[in-house]
């Protein structure tokens, strides 16, 4: 039996809300009972992703002409996660002090210092938006 089709389903309000997802994506950070305290993630919209991919572009030069443009892939990845990342908050001044740092990227990776760590917050943001894909896959595409 196949479905009706029907625009109903699709008119604004239908879509089911994004939900959030927990992930524990270090063992290092542990609550009062030693339990790893996970990351809260939720999905960003289309147009927030595509300002992100619009704000990681930079100019490529050579021999001191612009050439043209690329994006670049570990900072929107960095980028994306801040924007995820509901817990903890990695744009909180209180949290970014105590590291005596600005840039919430810099923050992202000194409390995710160990490589999988961080690897492991990349991934499950890019599940949560809908990238099933690995993230190379991605960049070539986007490169080509």
């Known amino acids: 039996m196949t479905a009706t089709r029907t625009m109903d389903i699709f008119m604004k309000g239908k879509a089911k809300q994004v939900i959030t997802e927990e992930v524990v994506v270090s063992r290092r950070y542990v609550d009062e009972v030693g339990n790893p305290v996970p990351f809260v993630l939720k999905a960003i919209d289309t147009r927030r ?9 930079v100019p490529q030069i050579k021999k001191g002409k612009k050439v043209g443009e690329a994006v670049d892939w570990k900072r929107f990845a960095a980028r994306l996660a801040i924007e995820s990342t509901v817990y903890p908050d990695f744009k909180d001044a209180e949290l970014l002090r105590s590291y005596n740092l600005v840039d919430p990227c810099d923050l992202l990776k000194e409390i995710l210092s160990v490589g999988g760590e961080y690897a492991e917050l990349i991934q499950a943001v890019q599940r949560v938006n809908g990238f099933d894909t690995d993230f190379e896959e991605l960049v070539e595409d986007a490169k080509n």
């Open 49 to 57: 992703i595509e300002e992100l991919q619009d704000e990681c572009t």
